[in-house]
T-cell receptor, first 116, second 115 residues
């Protein structure tokens, strides 16, 4: 079974600075997706960024980028120019690429605080 | 297009009571799932469905039942609520078609307290 590990329960960053959230995963599969979800105090789960395992290029979405190291099974999220609105729980998640009929496997989350 | 909707948003139950958490989606997604979120535990899969009439158990299925009679609806039933089922419950859906991003779309969650 796949597992996802987020080793940082809490992180903090100064406004306008850069922070990196760590995620490692364990799988024997070669084809899968990885995701970062953000959960603000509203509780809504918001997709931040996704990465297809077959793509070597790291995904980017505006101020959010990932460092995907397939051999090391590592998938970290970098937030640049941090803003107060980035304060939230962040979850790393894994999904097998199998016709979209498999569950997401989540890490336990990292709570990010942004200091003004 | 409302996306994924969940009702109720909040619920308080007494131990032993039963209830159904409702989930509906209007995106014609084949895949639907239920998660529970507890502090320090992330989101854990309860049950999921790959289409109408098909359901399967996830990581923490005990105490919960599901059925999928239509593509749109995927209710979660608690037959005899226990304090250990106090949690926030999320429903999610995604399409199964080849070439999709495999992103799951989440409902707003239901906060359930069992006393």
């Amino acid at each position: 079974a796949q597992t996802v590990t987020q080793s940082q329960p809490e992180m903090s960053v100064q406004e306008a600075e850069t922070v990196t959230l760590s995620c490692t995963y364990d799988t024997s599969e070669s084809d899968y997706y990885l995701f970062w979800y953000k959960q603000p105090p509203s509780r809504q789960m918001i997709l931040v960024i996704r990465q297809e395992a077959y793509k070597q290029q790291n995904a980017t979405e505006n101020r959010f980028s990932v460092n995907f190291q397939k051999a090391a099974k590592s998938f970290s999220l970098k937030i640049s120019d941090s803003q107060l609105g980035d304060a939230a729980m962040y979850f790393c998640a894994y999904r097998t690429r199998n016709s979209g009929n498999t569950p997401l496997v989540f890490g336990k989350g990292t709570r990010l605080s942004v200091i003004a | 297009n409302a996306g994924v909707t969940q009702t109720p948003k909040f619920q308080v139950l007494k131990t032993g009571q039963s209830m159904t958490l409702q989930c509906a989606q209007d995106m014609n997604h084949e895949y639907m799932s239920w998660y529970r979120q507890d502090p320090g535990m992330g989101l854990r899969l309860i049950h999921y469905s790959v289409g109408a009439g098909i359901t399967d158990q996830g990581e923490v299925p005990n105490g919960y039942n599901v059925s999928r009679s239509t593509t749109e609806d995927f209710p979660l039933r608690l037959l005899s609520a226990a304090p250990s089922q106090t949690s926030v419950y999320f429903c999610a859906s995604s399409p199964r078609r080849t070439g999709s991003s495999y992103e799951q779309y989440f409902g707003p969650g239901t906060r359930l307290t069992v006393t």
